[in-house]
């Protein structure tokens, strides 16, 4: 059994999300709140497998509070829930460990079925949304790109600069439609020519190059 968390301002949404999804026998709805604080109790008070939260709420919206849930060591599974292509709420939801992202539109089948999913540990990300993320990310101008002296090829820095957002393989396979395998080669080749043995080296190592004057 999936215990589930729906956090939204709107109580129409999320009466309506808890109605439905409790029809599925797999799904139990535990508990529901109304923003960012409230997600954020309700993580400290129950051990959830899943949330949906809302990005846009009153008193702290679901970017901000994700972060703090995830600051806090929480287990629980977000996926944000949105009507918004905001490229800067994508990019901060994301990078900040959610589990997915998608649209209130999206089919009741389709969302009970992205939720279990996402609690057997897939990332869940829309077309449009993974489009918009690449636009973003594709559009950035990191100083590694600007200096560059590790001759990396142009994917390698737009993997470079989703790794200093915070993103894992999983994610950036989702975003740039390549296997997760895929990116671990890129990834190891990233490390041969920086000579870095980890994120956190390579992290550091970009943190130290001066862009050109």
């Known amino acids: 059994m999936i215990k589930l968390g729906i956090v939204d301002d709107q109580e129409l949404i999320t009466e309506g999300l808890k109605r439905i999804l409790s029809t599925y026998e797999d799904i139990q709805v535990v508990v529901t709140g109304k923003n960012g604080e409230e997600a954020l109790e309700i993580c400290r008070a129950y051990t959830l497998d899943v949330l949906l939260m809302d990005i846009r709420m009153p008193k702290m919206n679901g970017v901000e509070s994700i972060r703090l849930i995830k600051e806090e060591g929480h287990p629980v599974k977000v996926i944000m829930l949105t009507t918004f292509e905001d490229e800067e709420y994508i990019v901060k939801a994301i990078s900040y460990g959610a589990s997915g992202y998608l649209y209130k539109d999206i089919p009741y089948d389709k969302l009970a079925q992205c939720i279990r999913e996402v609690y057997e540990g897939q990332f869940m990300m829309p077309q449009k949304v993974a489009q918009v993320l690449a636009k973003n990310i594709g559009n950035s101008t990191p100083k590694i790109q600007e200096v560059n002296p590790y001759n990396l090829t142009e994917r390698e820095i737009q993997i470079v600069e989703m790794i200093e957002e915070g993103f894992n393989n999983k994610q950036i396979a989702k975003a740039l439609y390549i296997s997760e395998g895929t990116v671990k080669n890129y990834v190891s080749n990233i490390y041969a020519k920086t000579?870095?043995?980890?994120?956190?080296?390579?992290?550091?190592?970009?943190?130290?190059?001066?862009?050109?004057?």
């Open 195 to 213: 000579e870095t043995k980890s994120r956190i080296e390579l992290v550091h190592l970009l943190n130290q190059i001066e862009p050109r004057s």
